[in-house]
């Protein structure tokens, strides 16, 4: 199939392209409690090409863009199709001329060690059950999917290069009959078998059900000291990593430049450090990645994004980035937790990386008092991330995901609580 692009690339004198070509194993386990109830493996090929149209228009020079799916079901008078119009298309993308990445040097990617899928599989189905013990909660359903992509990527500037990637990811349902009958949905994804992580995170579900089927108080309204953990923290950390991308830069959506100090100097909180990690050793623009610093201290030292936006902002092009480090933590998670709301599950949390304001319907939270642990659920809670950004500390635990790698909790003052 590659060499009947080639061909048609030729035949239809499309002279600037992309071509990143994929070809995904899967294996799928789907669980009714703990009972294996079906087993699935698949293949998936796929390429998606990416040409390119130089014109002038009044003067200006465009470079327009559009993409073709190509299967391997495909003819070669089918692909020439799918090439021509998307030949066709390009010419309607008015996109200011830029030139594509060339590399300046051959890359090769250090080979990665991939794991077996099904003994992978295995591996994380283990996991997961290894937390349902509970007396009362268990697992209701679980699905796992392990993927190995084997890609190569090759470019009209001169890059021909492969490599291969891994993902480990499932969801689950927890469920607790008594006092009331409740059921609560997660889900997670790593770059690699992450037995100890999976497990901790079944461990807390299963707890926070239990929970939630025996809560009945809604909180108090009024103004408190929160603790967010696990996947909410990454939420709300997201609006750094967001913000300093190229394709919100360039077009005014963040005013974000390096140098710029995104917290006060000297904050009261922890000044945030955080690096940009590469989950593919090349992106689909062509470009070597690395480990990169976002930020040191509250100052961010990098933008990043798509090779387009890179260009027209006149910066490196470095690639787009889909993971971050946070490289802080000070705090122990019992110590943080005293005297704070902490929201363990809502319906919904969101945030808007835009302006940082974030918020959620509480499923399940605990009050730390001096008394005792309270168990509540219902109300909600909202603020914003930026404004208390000065005056913020995390855990000293720590938590890993595909997205993220960083502390496990964030405490936050003053964080304004609907309830009762």
């Known amino acids: ?55 002038e228009e009044e003067g200006e020079k465009y470079r327009g863009s559009s993409e073709a799916l190509i299967v391997p079901t495909m003819t070669e008078s089918e692909i020439r199709k799918a090439l021509s119009d998307a030949l066709e298309s390009a010419a309607f993308v008015k996109n200011p001329w830029y030139p594509l990445y060339r590399p300046e040097e051959p890359v090769q990617p250090e080979s990665k060690e991939i794991p077996e899928l099904s003994d992978a599989a295995s591996r994380m ?9 509970d007396d009362r909660a268990f697992l209701n359903s679980a699905e796992i ?20 990637t891994f993902t480990v990811k499932g969801e689950y349902v927890t469920q607790c009959k008594e006092p009331k009958d409740v059921e609560q949905y997660d889900s997670f994804e790593y770059d690699s078998v992450e037995e100890k992580a999976v497990t901790d995170k079944v461990l807390n579900s299963l707890r926070a059900v239990r929970d939630r089927a025996e809560a009945k108080k809604m909180p108090k309204s009024g103004n408190y000291d929160i603790v967010l953990s696990g996947d909410h923290v990454r939420t709300l950390l997201g609006t750094y990593f967001m913000k300093a991308n190229a394709s919100l830069v360039y077009p005014g959506y963040s005013k974000w430049k390096p140098g710029d100090r995104l917290q006060e100097e000297n904050c009261a909180g922890e000044a945030f450090s955080v690096d940009l990690l590469p989950k593919e050793p090349v992106s689909q623009d062509g470009i070597p990645m690395k480990e990169r610093v976002l930020l040191r201290d ?12 890179c260009r027209y902002l006149g910066i490196e092009p470095v690639g787009q980035y889909r993971k971050f480090r946070v490289l802080n933590g000070t705090v122990p998670f019992e110590e943080m937790k005293k005297g704070c709301l902490y929201p363990v599950s ?7 990386p835009f302006t940082g304001f974030f918020g959620g319907e509480i499923r399940l939270a605990y009050l730390m008092t001096d008394s005792g642990v309270e168990i509540l659920t219902g109300g909600s809670i909202n603020g914003s991330f930026i404004e208390r950004q000065d005056d913020i500390v995390f855990s000293k635990e720590r938590y890993v995901s595909a997205s993220y790698e960083g502390p496990f909790a964030v405490k936050m003052k003053n964080v304004a609580v609907a309830g009762e």
Do not use: W
């Open 298 to 309: 509250g100052e961010l030292k990098t933008l990043f994004g798509p090779n387009r936006f």
């Open 346 to 352: 809502f319906s919904d949390f969101q945030m808007n």
């Open 125 to 133: 189905a283990e996991a997961v059950f290894a937390a349902d013990h």
């Open 145 to 164: 999917f392990v993927i190995r992509s084997s890609c190569r990527i090759v470019t009209s500037e001169g890059l021909d290069t492969a490599f291969d």
């Open 1 to 55: 199939m590659y060499q009947q692009i080639l061909n048609s690339l030729k035949e239809l004198k499309i002279e600037d392209f992309i071509i990143n070509m994929e070809s995904e194993s899967t294996v799928e386990l789907f669980f009714v409690k703990k009972a294996l109830d079906m087993r699935r493996e698949k293949d998936v090929e796929k390429t998606l090409v990416t040409v390119f149209r130089d014109f």
